[in-house]
């Protein structure tokens, strides 16, 4: 099977290729995933996003452009933090850089469950569901938002 791999981020490369370069049919791309998307001809049987890209992709932009890679019956799956409450679309992060820096801003698109579940039904997904799980035993209260979408 092809497995693809896609960041911006060459770090996050080289972590990925220390973690799983082993991995036969392994592929990964410093790309941003709407233009690896685009250029792509395979098509995928499924797609994920582990507090990846889709968290920090306007999803208008990108879910179309997966919806049109994935095979018929095909899979999206993707995790993130849940929204937190009174704050939902895009949501602007300053990342603090050197005394001499602007900030690097870092923006990320926060739904509840079922504003997901809508985005995903109008742009042409079925069999959609989204769900916050509980945090693991343990001092953290927040939990991980899932959602599961076909092509
Ligand atoms: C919070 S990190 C999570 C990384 C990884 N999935 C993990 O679980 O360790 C988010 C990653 O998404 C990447 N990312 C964000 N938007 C992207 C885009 N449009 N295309 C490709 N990568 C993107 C960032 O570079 C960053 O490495």
Known sequence: MRAVGVDVSPQQL??????????PGLQLHQADAISFLREDREG????????????????????????????????????QRPP????????????????????????????????WERLL????????SADVLAAPPGNRKTGTLIVRARA
């Open 44 to 79: 995928f049987a499924a797609v994920y996003s582990v507090y990846g890209a889709v968290w920090f992709t306007d999803p208008a932009r990108l879910l179309p452009a997966i919806r049109e890679r994935l095979r018929p019956g095909g899979r999206l799956v993707f995790s």
């Open 14 to 23: 080289v972590a990925a290729r220390e973690r799983w370069g082993w991995t």
């Open 121 to 128: 039904k109008e742009h042409g997904f079925s069999d959609v």
């Open 84 to 115: 937190v409450e009174g704050c939902y679309g895009c949501q602007a992060s300053y990342i603090p850089r050197g005394a001499d820096e602007d900030p690097l801003v870092v923006k990320r698109w926060d739904y509840e469950p079922d504003a």
